[in-house]
């Protein structure tokens, strides 16, 4: 759906963007994550024709974005960082006003305004907004002529917990209806909830892409694994180091330690074959943080 080849962006004193290739499935929640600067605004203003790139090419649905960004624009939903309306408009108004560029009958307004929770702030003007309600009236004219391509950039960013919520469930129903979305965020959490794939982009260099599961095995982090134990002695740390287990420690009856998703099942066998008796015991797997923060570490003086 979207296919991104070689792409280079260079300015003044900056490499922004140096050789990024992604593919996009129709249908695929695709999340580019890196830290501030990175170069995710970047590709996801080229892929809109905003900005011209150095070098590469990139389609959508198999149109070339410099021959045709016109046609383009018309399939892509845009929510941007940053976009003014006029104070002096009402929330419907605006609405009204992104609906008729492109030709969305006013009885669907309604709708939209309610899928993004701004329905109650139909006739408040922009300027009395919260960062919140402007975020979500943001989301609405990027979703107001039901397009099949979304282009989310920091989604949630000036969001409050309602309006991430609100915001998880707005995606999954476009997910629910086919939709191709790509997203940028730093903000991890909600991702790895949504995405099918992620890539992690630091200073402009795609250092991996994967589904988290991927990411997590690529990674070799191994999940956490925590059991309670009535009776824990320093023989229980031996029997799980000799599983493979690192990070071993225990704290009052709970063994805590890292292993490999593998190797989970055979340290409670070992426990409970040497008499440990095992009152409960839990699983945690890596984060995205933390996955992430390990691929930018080690990307970092590259
Ligand atoms: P991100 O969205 O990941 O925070 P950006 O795509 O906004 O990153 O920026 C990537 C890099 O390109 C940054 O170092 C930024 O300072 C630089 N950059 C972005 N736009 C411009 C510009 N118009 N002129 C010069 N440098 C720019």
């Not at 629910?176 to 099918?196: N, P, Q």
Request: proline share 4%.
């Amino acid at each position: 759906m979207i296919k991104i080849e070689n792409l280079v962006k260079n300015y003044k004193n900056t490499k922004a963007l140096q050789g990024v290739s992604l593919e996009i499935q129709k249908g695929e929640t695709f999340a580019i994550v890196g830290p501030n600067g990175a170069g995710k605004t970047t590709i996801l203003n080229t892929i809109l024709g905003l900005i011209h790139p150095t070098d590469g090419q990139i389609t959508v649905d198999n149109i070339e974005v410099s021959k045709d960004p016109k046609e383009i624009k018309k399939r892509i939903g845009y929510l941007p960082q940053r976009i003014s309306f006029h104070d002096n408009l009402s929330v419907f108004e605006v609405v009204e006003f992104y609906g008729a560029l492109r030709g969305v009958n006013n009885t669907k307004l309604g709708n939209i305004l309610s899928a993004v929770g701004i329905l109650e702030q139909r006739n408040k003007k922009v300027g009395a907004l919260s960062g919140g309600m402007l975020q979500r009236l943001t989301l609405a004219q990027a979703i107001v002529s039901d397009p099949q391509i979304l282009i989310l950039d920091e989604p949630t960013i000036s969001l409050d917990p309602e309006g991430r919520i609100a915001f998880k469930k707005l995606i999954r129903e476009e997910q629910s209806r086919g939709k191709t979305i790509l997203l940028s965020s730093h903000i991890l959490s909600y991702i790895e909830e949504l995405a099918d794939r992620i890539a992690i982009l630091v200073r402009g260099k795609v250092v991996a892409l994967d589904t988290l599961e991927g990411l997590r095995t690529k990674l070799e982090m191994g999940s956490i694994l925590e059991v309670v134990i009535e009776n824990p002695s320093p023989l229980a740390i031996k029997l799980v180091e000799d599983l493979g287990a690192n990070d071993t420690e225990i704290k009052g009856k709970n063994l805590r330690c890292r292993i490999y998703p593998k190797d989970k099942t055979n340290v409670i066998k070992a426990l409970i074959q040497n008499d440990f008796n095992i009152a409960d015991f839990w699983t945690e797997d890596p984060s995205l943080e933390e996955i992430f923060i390990k691929y930018t570490e080690e990307n970092s003086d590259s």
